[in-house]
């Protein structure tokens, strides 16, 4: 499931572009995110994706700016950046070079001439520098050789005929343009008297104004795909999720941004040895596409949400699950749980938190929040409705986030584990949440807060 090692890093680039229109410059800020599929090889090019953000003073300040960089500093002598924003409501591309020479390596690893285009046309030109004396520590201090992992390896199902097993791939998201929340949730069922597995799932639409609209789909026998879900007329395969049930019908591309995300320990997913595990194939991801309730259709564009894969032996006793979408591809997921098993059951809820910004992911290993519960008790979760909390500390940051779930837009689902137990969840994908993190720094200090009103995707259930 996973390969070799790549190279993520953030750069930013700062300097005066003059456009066509105008007769003077304005000032341009590039904060951007390299992934390379490989560790850099200065000798040879390597291509790497860019995504970040892109301001010009009062014409454009795009967050979701995308596009491509070719490193080849001596195969090629050059380093060529592209990047697609928007400026004034239209597509445009800056194409950018740093044309490496051996007599000033500084000066030319540092300033980035470039012009702009837009529908096939120049636009503007301009110079970037990279600032030396202010962004050294942070680029270098930024690079990171993360583990290559295939996302869409994730999707293929892992139930091999055991009996007593569920299996979940679901996907979460906002439209950026109404507000609203859809859900879709695809479930694989082998219960636990050895009877034939069976597939079903559910739809759900979170409007800003009016009802929550949701429709089930199956049962129907399993299917036994290769790729990922594909039952009771609903599909989900990397970068795909289709499907109808009653009034609702879908249609989403997935774009993924970012590595998968685990979180729970790593282990646990290759090897199914705790009740259940989750991760996120798709931590931060867009899509696009169509979402059809009665009579009314969502267009989706650049709508930010995210996949995830659930396999166990059924639910909790008691849980909370939330995934924030923090904006620029930082993302906070959150599972507290409180097993079934006997004996644990009077134990307070074991919480999983990571939290991912600029590529990093806090706690760097997720048994860091379930053992302080164990030992020091530093991650706490108070469940309830309509609002619940998590707190902790790990290292020199310590966590607050609180999620709150107005009966209003929040959906109750009932459904069963494979033992036939009952089982409830209540979902919103409409929450709000307050996160606030601290360092500390010879005292707590805030580091990052972020308010989330009606983005946050989160549920409480029970059974």
């Known amino acids: 499931m996973s390969g070799g090692r790549g190279t993520v890093f953030t750069e930013t680039m700062l300097g005066c572009v003059r456009l066509a229109d105008e007769d ?7 904060d951007l995110r390299a992934e390379a599929g490989r560790v850099l090889d200065p000798r040879s090019t390597t291509p790497a994706r860019l995504t970040g953000r892109v301001r010009i003073a009062g014409r454009a300040d795009d967050p979701a700016a995308e596009g491509e960089m070719e490193i080849s500093p001596l195969a090629r002598r050059r380093i060529r950046y592209r990047l697609a924003f928007t400026l004034d409501g239209r597509r445009v591309e800056l194409d950018g070079w740093k044309s490496v020479g051996l007599r000033h390596p500084l000066t030319s690893l540092t300033v980035l001439p470039c012009v702009l285009h837009a529908d096939g046309k120049r636009i503007g030109e301009g110079v970037l520098r990279f600032p030396l004396a202010t962004g050294l520590v942070p680029f270098l201090s930024s690079f990171r050789f993360p583990r290559q992992d295939d996302a869409g390896r994730h999707m293929a199902p892992r139930w091999k005929g055991e009996p007593g097993r569920t299996e979940v791939w679901y996907t979460t998201l906002t439209d950026p343009a109404t507000g609203s929340g859809v859900w879709v949730h695809h479930e694989l069922t082998a219960p636990a008297d050895g009877s034939a597995a069976f597939a079903h799932g559910w739809a759900a639409v979170f409007p800003r104004n009016g009802p929550v609209r949701h429709a089930r789909f199956g049962p129907e026998p399993w299917e036994h795909p290769t790729e990922g879900y594909a039952a009771a007329g609903a599909l989900a395969r990397p970068g795909r999720i289709t499907g109808s049930a009653g ?45 059809t309730y009665g009579d009314q259709t969502l267009i989706l564009r650049d709508a930010p949400g995210a996949s995830a894969r659930i396999y166990g032996h059924g639910n909790a006793e008691r849980w909370a699950w939330l995934h924030a979408d923090l904006g620029h591809g930082d993302v906070l997921e959150i599972v507290a749980a409180v097993s079934t098993r006997p004996g644990l059951r009077r134990l307070p809820p074991l919480v999983f938190l990571r939290l991912r910004r600029s590529g990093r992911t806090w706690p760097r290993r997720p048994e860091r929040t379930a053992v302080g519960w164990a030992g020091a008790g530093r991650f706490r979760a108070r469940l309830g409705l309509p609002v619940w909390t998590v707190t902790g500390r790990a290292g020199l940051r310590r966590i607050r986030v609180e999620v709150t779930q107005p009966a209003e837009r929040t959906l109750t689902l009932d459904y069963a584990d494979p033992d036939g137990t009952p089982a409830v969840c209540r979902n919103s994908e409409r929450a709000d949440a307050e996160v606030r993190l601290e360092r500390w720094w010879g005292r707590w200090r805030p580091e990052a807060t972020w308010h989330l009103e009606g983005t946050a995707h989160a549920e409480v259930g029970e059974h």
């Not at 003077?24 to 590039?30: I, Q």
């Not at 249609?251 to 646990?268: A, K, N």
């Open 247 to 291: 009034a609702l019908a879908w249609d989403l591309t997935e774009r993924s941004g970012g590595t998968p995300l685990y979180t729970f320990p790593r282990w646990s997913w290759r090897r199914p040895l705790l009740p259940a595990a989750q991760m996120l194939p798709a931590a931060a991801a867009s899509y696009e596409g169509h979402v």
């Open 24 to 30: 003077f410059g304005r000032a341009v800020r590039l």
